[in-house]
């Protein structure tokens, strides 16, 4: 069975594949790695097929079929399929309520900040949604309303058939008692050299965003920032294709030496070292 009127459906304004809620399907080949196009959105992996590894903030985890996995806004990660796999992409910019019963702010006292594995397996409920959704993409339904309408139901799937603490666990980067302002700092923290630069980015005084900073991370921002931009850091000097000339510029370090510095001082080596003990 086939759309009908495809041409009228494409025509229209709104058909489009790339906006701020949506869903994709992928095909990874053996051998390949599937890399973000960008990293403005949170993004959803549903493994439908295969096996891949996930590399993400300098750790690497197992991905199997029927697995999903959630990455926050302005992560850095990629995918190495194992074996030939198939994923489906659920992106957004902006949390979502569960229902209007549940927001995630009220799951914060479920989070384990000492743990935390962004995988979650996809049960049978799951797995009917997903099974249809795939249906409807590969059918090419790339409707606006369409594809903001799946993904609150899939919120609502999250909501009916998984236990609180599961939830927490799966989304823990982006829950804190102030979800807003949480995604507003994941969403601009890679732009700013400072904690009062960051500050500035998101229309707080210094004072003020300290103050919030500590009760919705649980930490204090310049060290949260440091360790941000750390984890960040390491996750390129693991890519031995990844020029270290490029990391520095990226990361706005003054020379060569000034990057060799923070690397002594924070991971204890120096770039060259780190990179050939991890490929070690």
């Known amino acids: 069975m086939s759309i009908f009127y495809l041409d009228e459906h494409t025509a229209c304004g709104n058909y489009i594949s790339d906006y701020t809620v949506g869903f994709k399907n992928y095909h990874i080949p053996q051998g390949d ?39 926050p806004i302005s992560s850095d990660y990629k995918l190495y399929a194992e074996t030939d796999t198939n994923i ?9 309520d569960l229902c209007e019963k549940l927001a995630l702010e009220n799951l914060n006292a479920y989070v384990d900040q000492k743990v935390h594995i962004p995988i979650l397996k996809v049960n049978q409920p799951m797995k009917k949604f997903l099974s249809s ?21 899939l919120f609502c799937i999250f909501r ?26 994941l969403s601009n923290y890679l732009h700013a050299c400072s ?22 991370f649980n930490e204090n921002p310049y060290t949260w920032l440091q360790n941000q931009k750390l984890k960040y850091i390491t996750g390129k ?3 031995k ?33 780190f990179r050939k003990q991890y490929i070690k």
């Open 195 to 216: 904690v009062k630069e960051l500050a500035n980015i998101c229309n707080y005084s210094l004072s003020s965003f300290n103050r919030i900073f500590k009760k919705n």
């Open 160 to 185: 009916y058939f998984y236990s609180k603490k599961e939830i927490a666990g799966l989304f823990a980067p982006i829950i804190s008692k102030n979800i807003d302002f949480k995604n507003m700092v």
């Open 237 to 239: 000097l693991s890519d």
């Open 88 to 96: 489906i992409i659920n992106y957004f910019n902006k949390p979502i």
């Open 241 to 273: 294709n990844i020029p270290l000339g490029q990391i520095i510029d990226e990361f706005r370090f003054s020379s060569p030496s000034h990057f060799t510095i923070f690397c002594k001082k924070h991971l204890h080596v120096t770039p060259s070292q």
């Open 33 to 71: 790695y599937f890399v973000p196009a960008n990293k403005e959105h949170h993004y959803l992996f549903f493994v439908s097929k295969g096996r891949a590894e996930l590399h993400y903030e300098s750790k690497v985890y197992s991905l199997k079929k029927d697995m999903v996995c959630f990455i």
């Open 133 to 153: 959704l795939t249906f409807y993409i590969n059918e090419g339904i790339f409707c606006k309303h369409f594809h903001e309408i799946k993904q609150k139901e």
